[in-house]
């Protein structure tokens, strides 16, 4: 516990008084636990969202060839397509979004541990 990083020295110039130095330590040791635990949760999140996709260009496909079926309604057909792709847009922006916060959380966890 000898060791002082930044983040530590930024913690002990916010607080005052005597235990400003012990008060970093733990705040450190407690965020990085916490960022280490959710990274690893949205991780694991990851595998499950990036199946979404999968299935959901599957589907864009289905529906193109109409799931080997005779187009018998136009409309349906259209809406059909159309609802397929909404649904990959709608997967493929939460696999983004989702990618896009561990990547911030990996950040703050180096920021922590600097």
């Known amino acids: 516990m000898s060791k002082t990083t930044n983040f530590i020295k930024l913690v002990v110039a916010i607080i005052t008084g005597d235990d400003a130095q012990a008060t970093a330590l733990k705040i450190q040791r407690k ?21 979404v996709v999968e299935n959901a260009t599957e589907a864009v496909g289905l529906a193109l060839i109409n799931n080997g079926e005779l187009i018998t309604y136009g409309e349906n057909y259209v809406s059909t397509l159309n609802k397929a792709q909404n649904t990959l847009n709608a997967a493929q922006d939460s696999l983004e979004e989702h990618l896009e916060t561990i990547t911030f959380l990996e950040e703050k966890l180096a920021l922590v541990q600097a």
């Open 31 to 51: 965020a990085s636990a916490i960022l280490t635990a959710q990274i690893a949760v949205k991780v694991a999140r990851t595998l499950e969202l990036e199946e």
